[in-house]
């Protein structure tokens, strides 16, 4: 069965510090990956996706990034963080051309 | 972008009572999908629909996909306290390859 991990589950950092947050999937390949942020307002808002190694692609302009390295693996970066960075930030993935989004346990993100 | 308007925001109702949210949208999806979140903890998938009119059941949790392709919505029979939690809808815009877009959600209070 497929897993999909996300660590660390919460962290606090002051503003201006850098960031990297890590999701892994287990027991699929070539999954489709996704980085959600999800605000104190409940809505989710989708921040980036890839369909492979290297593919990234940015619904929102804003003060991060990502990467996916290995096929499994997605990293949401930042190189200095804003307080507005705080937040619920939550991983997903899907199969190939499926629509069925699975998420994972999410990381909240405190900045201060 | 794409909107999915979610009813009702939130929803404080007796254990026992069945309780009934929708979403509609002005645009056409080929694939609704139903979520729930409790707190702290990533969505999970309940439902998934992929044709007009469809109806699925998932135990006291029936969903439907509007003929219209514009809306759909989700009931849960016999309420329990453990339902209380988040619930999302989410839908592949037809045309729109990889990407959900997702309701607000209706918050669900229980009351033993």
């Known amino acids: 069965s497929q897993t999909i991990h996300q660590w660390p589950a919460t962290l606090v950092q002051p503003v201006g510090s850098p960031l990297s947050l890590e999701c892994t999937v287990e027991g699929t390949s070539n999954p489709n990956l996704y980085w959600y942020r999800q605000a104190a307002g409940r809505g989710l808002q989708l921040l980036f996706y890839s369909v492979g190694i290297g593919q990234i692609s940015s619904e929102v302009p804003q003060n991060l990034s990502a990467s996916r390295p290995q096929d499994r693996q997605f990293i949401l970066s930042s190189k200095k963080l804003l307080l507005s960075d705080s937040g619920f930030y939550l991983c997903a993935w899907t199969r190939r051309d499926a629509n069925e989004q699975y998420f994972g346990p999410g990381t909240r993100l405190t900045v201060t | 972008g794409q909107q999915l308007n979610q009813s009702p925001q939130s929803m404080f109702i007796q254990e026992g009572e069945d309780v009934s949210m929708n979403c509609t949208s002005s645009s056409i999806f080929n694939t609704w999908l139903w979520y729930k979140q409790d707190p702290g903890e990533g969505p999970v998938l309940l439902i998934a629909?992929?044709?007009?009119?469809e109806l699925t059941s998932n135990g006291r949790l029936t969903a439907q996909f509007g003929i219209t392709r514009k809306d759909s919505f989700l009931n849960i029979s016999a309420s329990i306290p453990s339902d209380v939690g988040i619930y999302f809808c989410a839908g592949q815009l037809r045309g729109s390859n990889y990407k959900l877009t997702f309701g607000k959600g209706t918050l669900l209070t229980v009351n033993p």
């Open positions: 629909l992929y044709k007009a009119g």
